[in-house]
């Protein structure tokens, strides 16, 4: 089987749609997450998010966030992507204002229909003149995960030489609602992974892609290859609709799954990009999944979302866009708002450079589901 | 249309889900370790009609008080979850999106796990609730047999019963 190599990075975020400024705010420590007023107004109990600051128009705004990470992504590999590029689009919610408004207003259901996850795969293949095979993930917040390792093991048994694949969330009030009910939200509305004084999520929103092309194909156009995609691990807890297993053990078969899959042990991974919500219980399962895998011994671990908020579908498109740059700049991005550890893990709480070959993307969701992507550095 | 019809529409999604497990539920008997257990569901509307009827009952109950016990009905993956629950299904857990796309894609998806010994059993699901509840149903497949053989192997396309 050919490698698949990542050649293009596009991402809407709250810190920003430039791949390289989210990069460096992220090694800024910088935190996007800010009041919302309208939320305070329309009297939602939690009101702090992080939320991209160019305000796309609420109807279409999971589509226009969809279309203008799949344009950067393209963009940035330098390739006119094919007709026949495969596309996998991977989101939680979906277009979620057209439920919200739905709710107050009689729709068609064709309307709603069309407002499924399935609508951000379709604005992509209209606006990038696309007309290869698509699939559209609704696997919750591990959603990215299974886009890209399911569109990288396609291209690598030879179906395609071209796929694009990515994570789409736009900002959700049914989501808001949800979580706030389920006591998952930070009261403070400040998110601390891995911290003792860690007290719930903050929600996020926006959109990442990367373009995977098989290695022989980028090289032969003369394309700068960024990182290797690796193996995706998968399982599922099968205990509970919205609590992860506290042992972790699952979670730690998905990352045995990825591991064996690659041919890898786990200490040749150099750095965890954590799911790491912020929420005491899901912060400690995944700990103890690494501690499973790990031993005692810790690779560096860190996560983006006290930066970004939770972007729940999106979110592990956004951290396997940041995976490809840290293996590029061979920089370790560190857990923002991280203050007292509450892991015996190596927790990164500063920009780190280091060496580093393999890291795996952790995402963990409602439904227990556990994904373990891995991704390395291309050499 | 969506409105007065969306909390019947909400108990849809798990009694579709136990008719699954219902129908299946000896699938899974015997000496297959519950992770070589694979469920792959396409579906082009679960999560739909309940995130309507879970936001309009915020809206009327305000915001601060809604019950958060059916938000997980409002994503695609929760008739998976569900599912893998009742099976012990611990493998692979796909949900995908769609009409013709996502049935090809849980194929496809089924296949390959087969094929590379990750999952010995697979269970493939296809669920659709359309605008009438009574008018949901579920195809299953059972992916135990020669891989080659799919159709003469699809079990059956159950209604669902009247009272859901």
């Known amino acids: 089987m050919e490698r698949v190599v990542v050649t293009g990075l596009g991402l809407v975020t709250a810190l920003g749609a430039d791949k390289d400024v989210v990069f460096r705010r992220l090694l800024d420590q910088d935190c996007a997450i800010t009041d919302c007023e309208d939320l305070r107004a329309a009297g939602f109990r939690h009101v702090r998010a992080g939320r991209c600051p160019e305000s796309p128009s609420q109807a279409a705004r999971g589509r226009q966030l969809a279309v203008a990470a799949a344009r950067a992504a393209a963009a940035d590999s330098g390739l006119k992507l094919p007709e026949d590029t495969f596309l996998c689009v991977g989101s939680t919610m979906g277009e979620s204002s057209a439920f919200e408004v739905a709710a107050q207003d009689d729709l068609p259901r064709s309307v709603l229909i069309d407002a499924t996850s399935v609508s951000f795969a379709r604005a992509v293949r209209a606006e990038l003149g696309l007309r290869g095979d698509f699939r559209t993930y609704g696997t919750a917040c591990a959603a990215g995960n299974y886009a890209i390792g399911s569109a990288a093991a396609h291209l690598s048994l030879g179906r395609g030489k071209v796929a694009l694949a990515g994570g789409v969330e736009p900002f959700s009030r049914i989501a808001m609602l949800g979580f706030s009910r389920s006591r998952a939200m930070s009261s403070h509305g400040v998110c601390r992974p891995f911290d003792l004084a860690r007290d719930g999520m903050v929600l996020g929103e926006g959109a990442a892609f990367l373009v995977l092309e098989v290695e022989s194909h980028a090289r032969a156009r003369g ?17 509970h609709p919205v609590a992860p297993l506290p042992d972790g053990s699952m979670a730690g078969l998905a990352f045995q799954d990825a591991l064996s899959a690659q041919g890898l042990t786990a200490d040749q991974i150099d750095w965890v990009c954590a799911h790491g919500t912020g929420t005491v219980l899901s912060d400690a399962a995944e700990a103890q999944m690494l501690h499973r895998v790990f031993g005692a011994k810790s690779p560096p671990v860190s996560s983006l979302k006290g930066a970004l908020g939770h972007t729940l579908g999106a979110a592990s498109a956004i ?6 740059m840290a293996l590029q700049h061979q920089v370790i991005p560190p857990n923002v708002g991280l203050q007292q550890p509450a892991f015996d893990l190596d927790l990164v709480d500063r920009p780190r450079p280091a060496s580093l070959g393999w890291v795996a993307n952790v995402a963990l969701a409602f439904g227990g589901l556990n994904t373990v992507l891995l991704m390395g550095r291309y050499a | 249309m969506t ?12 009694a579709l889900s ?42 009327r109950e305000t915001l601060r008080f809604a019950s958060p ?21 611990q493998g692979p857990c796909y949900t995908l999106v769609g009409r013709g796309q996502a049935v090809r894609a849980v194929v496809d998806h ?4 087969l094929a590379r010994g990750r999952v010995k059993r697979a269970l493939l699901v296809a669920c659709e609730l359309q605008a009438q509840p009574q008018a949901a149903f579920v195809a299953l497949y059972d992916g135990r047999i020669d891989v080659s053989a799919i159709e003469a192997h699809l079990r059956q396309v159950f209604p669902m019963p009247s009272d859901c």
């Not at chain 2, 089924?110 to 796990?113: K, P």
């Open chain 2, 69 to 89: 016990a059916d938000f997980h009905w409002t994503l695609s993956n929760a008739p998976a979850g569900q599912i893998s629950r009742e099976l012990h299904i």
């Open chain 2, 3 to 14: 409105g007065s019809t969306a909390g019947t529409v909400c108990a849809t999604l798990p």
């Open chain 1, 223 to 239: 394309a700068t290859p960024w990182a290797v995609v690796g193996a995706l691990g998968l399982s599922c807890d099968a205990e």
């Open chain 2, 110 to 113: 089924a296949l390959f796990d």
């Open chain 1, 319 to 324: 951290e396997a866009c940041v995976c490809v």
């Open chain 2, 18 to 59: 136990q008719l699954v497990c219902a129908q299946t539920c000896d699938w899974f008997d015997g000496d297959i370790a519950t992770h070589e257990r694979g469920l792959y569901l396409a579906t082009a509307d679960a999560g739909v009609d309940d995130a309507v009827a879970f936001y309009e009952r915020g809206l």
